[in-house]
């Protein structure tokens, strides 16, 4: 058992979270929440397991959900023999029949938002999470309606000469740059930003971890 394992608060045993993602917005989601995760980011290549799922006709919430599980399950191997909590997660935007992921480049991006201003869309993320310690593991993928307000081609042009929509799928953010370009959203806003945390509360219950043994309170 780690050290952190041994760390009690109001009589629970303490687990170290590990999040299976490089996405500064995730792990801020979990640090503004008290979760001090590990970042370990997992190795699977997107594009060859969507391909691979490519002939079984999945819709987009199942997409994000077997890309979650691959990643949760790619770290999991890495940390065999560890008591951690590991978290993937994977998120697609669902646009007028389109499944949109990160932009390949700045012109996709840029097309991509001057059809997509002033529409509306769905952010799926797929959420996978594993015990380490006891092998069990749960997911679900759930769905927030995106409202994107009208962009010029100035604008535009100014937002994606940042970066930022390149890094991101569908391309934009709420919690950053793009946010003023958000009209509003019909769901949990933590899920647009890559990890619903209520989701997150009832996942690592299911299995059996309570959300006292995840974070820490000053």
């Known amino acids: 058992m780690s050290e952190r394992s041994k760390v009690d608060q109001g009589g629970f045993g303490k687990r170290q979270v590990v999040l299976a993602s490089a996405s500064p917005a995730r792990r801020g989601l979990l640090r503004a929440a008290g979760v001090e995760p590990l970042i370990q980011a997992s190795n699977v290549d997107e594009d060859a397991v969507s391909n691979s799922a490519a002939g079984i006709d999945l819709g987009v919430p199942e997409l994000a959900q077997l890309l979650a599980e691959s990643k949760c399950a790619d770290v999991a191997l890495k940390l065999a023999g560890s008591d951690a909590v590991v978290i993937g997660c994977d998120s697609i935007l669902e646009w007028e029949g389109s499944t949109l992921g990160k932009p390949e480049s700045a012109e996709v991006a840029t097309a991509r938002l001057r059809k997509m201003q002033g529409t509306s869309g769905v952010l799926h993320t797929g959420h996978a999470v594993r015990d380490l310690a006891t092998g069990r593991s749960v997911g679900r993928a759930v769905g927030t309606r995106v409202d994107f307000a009208p962009m010029s081609d100035a604008h535009i042009d100014a937002y994606v000469r940042t970066g930022e929509p390149l890094a991101?799928?569908?391309?934009?953010?709420?919690?950053?740059?793009?946010?003023?370009?958000?009209?509003?959203?019909?769901?949990?806003?933590?899920?647009?930003?890559?990890?619903?945390?209520?989701?997150?509360?009832?996942?690592?219950?299911?299995?059996?971890?309570?959300w006292l043994q995840v974070v820490e309170y000053a």
């Open 168 to 210: 991101v799928a569908g391309s934009f953010t709420l919690d950053g740059l793009s946010s003023p370009f958000v009209a509003g959203i019909d769901g949990d806003p933590s899920n647009v930003i890559g990890l619903s945390m209520p989701l997150l509360r009832e996942l690592l219950a299911e299995i059996g971890v309570d």
